[in-house]
């Protein structure tokens, strides 16, 4: 994962436009997975009800910043990140609107639109691979992000629960993935924070500040 998709990250703080793009592709490489059912836990009844709970839950909006951590090199782009259904649009800008990137998204169609260019492909992985030249896994971030372990055909994951039985942190595909600050939002626990992990390749995305707004009404 290294070679694949880090070394372009120092590139990033050399090259804002570089920077934006990369970002989101950390950001999207997770956006064709399938919206299937997600496999079950070692579970307790409280987990089974949220899991299910999340799992309906197809029309939100996050807002926050993400930082992407690697090799000492560090940013943290702001994002706004809007899900209903299957379409997505994701935004991501720095200080002084720098590095303003839009990614907007449904099956079959991925459109990435920087410094008044417009890039598209069928998918988020084709995009990565046209716009870096890298073959990358799928990271399942959108279920990720909700506090869900991704579906198959991912591999199993494994999930740790607090005292309280909250979804503490989950590790799947070789990345860990924790949540040490829950909220509630009525009958919904959602994460404030967010931290994903692959310390073979010393990666680290950490979403902070998280301010969800669900049954979003306006589209993409």
């Known amino acids: 994962m290294k070679t694949l998709l880090l070394f372009p990250l120092i590139d990033w ?5 570089n920077a934006g793009r990369l970002s989101m592709c950390l950001l999207l490489i997770s956006l064709a997975a399938c919206r299937a059912t997600a496999p079950p836990a070692q579970e307790n009844a ?7 709970r999340l799992q309906a839950l197809d ?27 299957e379409q997505f649009r994701i935004r991501l800008w720095g200080t002084f609107n ?26 988020p992985e084709d995009l990565i691979l046209e716009q870096l030249g890298y073959e990358l896994p799928v990271s399942h971030l959108e279920y990720w992000i909700r506090g869900l372990p991704a579906p198959a055909p991912a ?16 590790r ?14 009525g ?13 073979r390749n010393d990666v680290r995305l950490r979403f902070v ?11 993409p």
Do not use: C, K, M
């Open 172 to 185: 799947q595909d070789g990345w860990t993935v924790t949540y040490p600050d829950p909220r509630q939002y």
């Open 98 to 123: 720098a590095g303003n990137t839009l990614i907007t998204g449904s099956p079959g169609r991925v459109t990435l639109e920087q410094d008044n260019e417009t890039v598209t492909a069928p998918t």
């Open 59 to 85: 029309n939100w909006q996050l807002r926050g910043r993400v930082n992407v951590l690697y090799d000492g090199e560090s940013h943290t782009p702001r994002i706004d990140w809007q899900q209903q259904g």
């Open 187 to 199: 009958a919904l626990i959602l994460p404030r924070r967010v931290d994903v992990t692959r310390p």
């Open 46 to 52: 409280s987990w089974a009800a949220q899991r299910e």
């Open 155 to 170: 591999p199993r994951a494994e999930l740790e629960f607090s005292a309280d039985n909250h979804l503490s942190s989950l």
């Open 209 to 219: 500040g998280l301010d969800w707004t669900l049954a979003q009404t306006t589209g």
């Open 13 to 17: 703080a050399r090259n804002s436009r």
